[in-house]
């Protein structure tokens, strides 16, 4: 059947010019931050078999990974659906032992088998930054002040928000709230359903202390400075497990509240998209009210544990394809530009290769009457060269 305009499948869309230079450039900006913060770039395969791909913690990602039999080996294949686990694999082979630190970043297409636009694009190009092997406070700071400097690599002026995994966690312990009431609940959060919220408290906690700290749980959101005193005065010596996470953010917010001028906002409720992590969690919004997260990560300790070493790791990510339009355009104007007349004049070549050394963009015209009105040329005067 002849089709006159060829489709790609929802959710995956070709990028043209000039949205394609734009998302190189940036791409090139992250990444040169990141080296230059002593990261190492790592670029695991497009595809894995699916027993590595959604081993442990990743095993969450099996609904968003498109499978199919590697026609080699006769074994599931997976494409990627998030880097983070490819790079946890990596580390825990290449790391021989607990204490040593390793920093890797990447960047690479995703795919994921649904197009849900409420969750991104289905085909982030994802550009990310990991910690692996210290499990402190100081490299959750490294990481959040690397994710906010790469927000002013691409231009963008944020809002960050924080959360903890683990205080949700801890909560659920004390309560002793079984397995599958546990599940229903972080399914819950996850959702940020809050009837559903209000009637699983009031049908497994009844008006229990319990109830009453779940219910605070949620109406901890604000800004952080306010919201973290708050947190610690009603939370505070319930377990020292507790006491950790609430200090720990405490140390994160001081900091942060010292040497940047960010806005930051706390929900200690707020677990959505969080399917590996553990710990504290962050994210960057647009300061102009964009509803999906430009970066977003957090702390997953142990995700190397079925490939032989549990290693604490921390980490951001970023969908550099998702947050394009946000983006100020690049200035192709900025580049000189020369066009040059087909000619196997030797001298010509030369000329050619001297202006693009000294980064000017050299086209070939095949035909002179095509050539842009007053753009400059490479012509040939007196036996030489020259730019006019
Ligand atoms: N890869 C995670 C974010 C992350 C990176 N490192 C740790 N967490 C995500 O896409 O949600």
Known sequence: MQQSTWFTPEGLEDLLPPQAQKLEFYRRQLIDGFHLSGYDL???????????LLTGTARHMAIDTCRFTDQESGRMMGVRADMTPQVARIVSNRLKA?????RLCYVGEVLKTRNNKAKGSR?????????????GLDSDIEIVELMLESMSRMKLDVKLSLGHVGIVDELI???????????DLIDILERKAIPEFNAFVAEHLGDSEWA???????????NAQDVIGQANAGFAGLSSAMDDYLNHLQGMI??????????????????????????????AYSACGFLQPIAKGGRYDDIGADFGLALPATGFSLDLRGALDLLEDTDET??????????SDVDLQVAIRQLKQQGIKVIKSYDAGQVPAGSQQLVKENDAWTVK
Do not use: W
């Not at 312990?173 to 599940?183: G, V």
């Not at 409720?269 to 992590?277: E, L, N």
């Open 98 to 102: 607990q204490g040593e630190i390793s």
């Open 173 to 183: 312990a004390l309560a002793c709230l079984n397995a599958n009431q546990s599940k």
């Open 254 to 283: 001081d900091h942060l509240g010292k040497m940047h001028s960010v806005d930051i906002h706390l929900d200690l409720a707020d677990i959505r998209g969080y399917q590996y992590h553990t710990g504290i969690i962050f994210a």
């Open 42 to 52: 790592v670029l695991p395969p497009l595809a894995e078999f699916t027993d590595s």
């Open 123 to 135: 085909s982030p190009i994802q550009v990310g930054a990991e910690i692996f092997g210290h499990s």
């Open 334 to 343: 900025a580049t000189q530009t020369v066009y040059a007349p087909c000619d």
């Open 212 to 222: 009453q700290r779940f219910n605070q749980l949620l109406a901890y959101c604000g």
